[in-house]
């Protein structure tokens, strides 16, 4: 469906109109709680009425990277899907912001609620600005301080102009105040994409996944293994480090199975750069199709070590207690370093070999919760709402005055 062929509802008296925007993997995991927290808050008789939206920009198409999630998540299906597809980041950020426009004029909502840090996060919270409408930005103040990374570029850029920032702890919280943030203006709930695997951890605990990939050992436990992903342009599009990585990873590769779920970047980089034989089941390394959610965090859960470039997993591997070696020399996710099983390896073999070993030998669990990762976050955030839009919608006393249009403060300049 795209933005043309829509036809939305009318609005529903003084309800606030939400719009939802995902685009990318990382995204559907941190809006779909948010979005049943709304409907949650409805069925409980909250006095705000919400509506709510939902648009892909379909900055990822492959249903190993999409559509995959919005089942698994037992997410709304998106009301609409821009179909912008790859392409440079200048080409995709445009595409992106040319289509989403019409949909805010046309649906005219009350706030945009934007998450993470991928390109759609940061062209739809302009697009939205430029026509005055307000915007959330949820995982707000994340800082690596890095800004050869276009995610870093995003973030900043983003909490710049939005109008509530909802953060996931207190290092964020003090990032933004440093960079002059409204303090007002910043609320930290936690952790949404934690709320998402708290949620369905039962039953990611309970897929197949092991047994279908030989995981199980002969006494039906997990038998050691390690699991990777990798994708980001730093470590993947350089031939050098992308073979540094490969060499590591096949050394551990001898001492048990490496499992890695292929990112559509990191394999067409592994075939160009000539490293199949590299990352091949000869040494130890098992290329997987990009893995669903639900499989993905049972591989993980029991995993005895992660190495990656996500930023999520830092986050999921914290609350699961599992090992996380983090291949990049910073993180915007300090905290899951400060409380969490997170290490920073780099991407050099040699640090990535000295991380593991580590690892190997410390089988003692340091992992604490950082305040907040609750599973709650969804829910402080549409009470946080409720809240702002009360705030907005100033409504005149009733007692011998004539029936009078509510007053909206700070109103759009669309009307
Ligand atoms: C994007 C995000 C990154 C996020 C990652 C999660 C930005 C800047 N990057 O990176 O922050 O961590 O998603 O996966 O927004 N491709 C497909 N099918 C798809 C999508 C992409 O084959 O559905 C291929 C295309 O060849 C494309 C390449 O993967 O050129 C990279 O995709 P792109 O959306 O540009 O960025 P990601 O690396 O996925």
């Known amino acids: 469906m795209n933005a043309g062929s829509v036809d939305y509802p009318k609005r529903n008296g003084q309800s606030c109109r939400l719009l939802h925007v995902v685009g990318a993997r990382p995204n559907y995991m941190k809006v779909a709680p948010i979005m049943s927290a709304v409907e949650a808050y409805a069925e409980r008789g909250g006095s705000t009425v919400f509506e709510q939206l939902l648009v892909h ?77 307000p915007v959330a930005h949820v995982e707000a103040g994340l ?57 369905h951890r039962e039953k990611a605990m309970a897929r197949p996944t092991l047994s279908e990939l030989g995981l199980l050992g002969g006494d039906g436990r997990p038998v050691p293994y390690a699991v990777v992903t990798l ?110 099983t997170n290490r920073l390896v780099g991407s050099r073999t040699a640090d990535i070999l000295a991380g593991i070993e580590a690892v190997l030998a410390d089988n003692a669990s340091h992992t604490r919760t950082p305040e907040l990762w609750d599973g709650y976050s969804g829910e402080r955030i549409v009470r946080i709402l409720a809240d702002w839009w009360a705030a907005r919608t100033v409504t005149p006393p009733a007692v011998g005055m004539p029936e009078a249009p509510p007053i909206r403060v700070g109103a759009r300049n669309d009307q």
């Open 57 to 133: 920009t379909g900055q990822h198409y492959d249903r190993a990277l999409s559509e995959l999630f919005f089942e698994e998540l037992g997410m709304p299906r998106p009301d609409v899907n821009l179909e912008v597809g790859s392409g440079s980041h200048a080409r995709q950020t445009a595409r992106i912001m040319e289509a989403f426009e019409p949909v805010l004029e046309s649906y005219r909502p009350d706030l945009v609620i934007v998450v993470g840090d991928v390109n759609s996060t940061l062209a739809c919270a302009l697009d939205a600005r430029k026509l005055g409408i």
């Open 231 to 340: 994708h980001r342009p730093g470590n993947v599009d350089d031939a050098d480090t992308l073979h540094a990585i490969g060499t590591a990873l096949a050394q551990l590769g001898e001492r048990m199975p490496v499992i890695f779920p292929v990112h559509p970047r990191a394999r067409e980089r592994i075939r160009s750069f000539g490293l199949d034989g590299l990352f091949a089941t000869t040494n130890g390394i098992r290329l997987l199709e990009p893995a669903g959610y639900l499989d993905f965090m049972n591989l993980v859960a029991h995993a005895r070590l992660v190495l990656t470039d996500s930023g999520g997993i830092q986050e999921e591997t914290t609350i699961l207690g599992v090992p996380c070696l983090t291949l990049r020399s910073n993180t915007e996710r300090p905290i899951t370093i400060e409380q969490g």
């Open 143 to 199: 800082r690596s301080g890095d800004m050869s990374m276009p995610e870093e570029i995003n973030r900043r850029a983003t909490d710049a102009i939005v109008d509530l920032l909802f953060t996931t702890d207190r290092i964020a919280d003090a990032c933004l105040q440093r960079e002059g943030t409204d303090p007002a203006a910043i609320h930290r709930v936690g952790n949404v994409m934690i709320d998402s695997l708290l949620r």
